[in-house]
């Protein structure tokens, strides 16, 4: 059964800073692996999708990589602002159509 | 793309009762999910539907919990006989193939409250 882990679980840093988001999955089977933003009694949001081929994916401040053989991802923010408070949450796809999701990292970005 | 719609957006309701969710994915997505979230946890996945087909039912989906999709469009989340642990939200996601891959999108949720 695949089990996915997210570290930190809570993060609260200061305006401007760069910093990791961490996932990891223990079965390296998967088809895709999605990042997606939770905002506090909302939906989710999709961030960056990366294929099993692929390495990394960015878009604008988010960059994300994947390594299947190790079973990890990151999620970099650059230059993080207030707005990027949320919860962010890592979800892989294996070779069916079920999204297997961590428990989140919830970050706080203070002004 | 409008988005994935979910109706109602909040429902309490008394132990015992039925509550029916529906979710109308976005157009021309014929891939559906339903998903259930309690607070602090990542979301779980409890079905899928291709088109009208229901292909995948996760273990917890029990007995008192129906999903349709009639008509490969729109889809329905029926929980029948509501018991305090089934407060949670209840997330619909659609998504389509490209080749660009399988991106998920998700709907607002629908909060439900027992008492």
């Known amino acids: 059964k695949q089990e996915v882990t997210q570290i930190p679980a809570a993060l609260s840093v200061p305006e401007g800073e760069n910093l990791v988001l961490n996932c990891s999955f223990t079965?390296?089977?998967?088809?895709?692996l999605q990042w997606f933003r939770q905002d506090p009694g909302k939906g989710l949001t999709s961030l960056l999708l990366?294929?099993?081929?692929?390495r990394e994916q960015t878009s604008g401040r988010l960059n994300a990589s994947l390594d299947k053989s190790s079973g990890r991802s990151t999620l970099y923010i650059a230059a993080s602002q207030p707005g990027d408070s949320a919860t962010y949450l890592c979800?892989?796809?294996?070779?069916?159509?079920?999204?297997?999701f961590g428990g989140g990292t919830r970050l706080m970005v203070k002004p | 793309d409008t988005g994935v719609s979910q109706n109602p957006r909040h429902k309490i309701t008394k132990r015992g009762q039925n509550v029916t969710f529906r979710c109308d994915p976005i157009?021309?997505?014929?891939?559906l999910y339903w998903y259930r979230q309690t607070l602090g946890q990542g979301p779980e996945f409890l079905t899928y539907?291709?088109?009208?087909?229901?292909?995948?039912k996760s273990r917890l989906l029990s007995d008192r919990f129906s999903a349709e999709r009639p008509k490969g469009s729109f889809s329905t989340l029926e929980i029948q006989r509501t018991e305090q642990g089934d407060s949670a939200m209840y997330l619909c996601?659609?998504?389509?193939?490209?080749?660009?891959?399988?991106?998920?999108?998700f709907g607002e949720g629908s909060w439900l409250t027992v008492v």
């Open positions: 079965d390296s089977a998967i088809y895709n």
């Open positions: 539907f291709q088109n009208e087909a229901q292909l995948e």
């Open positions: 979800a892989v796809r294996d070779a069916g159509n079920m999204l297997t």
């Open positions: 996601a659609s998504s389509r193939l490209t080749s660009s891959g399988n991106t998920i999108y």
């Open positions: 157009s021309e997505h014929n891939r």
């Open positions: 990366i294929q099993s081929s692929q």
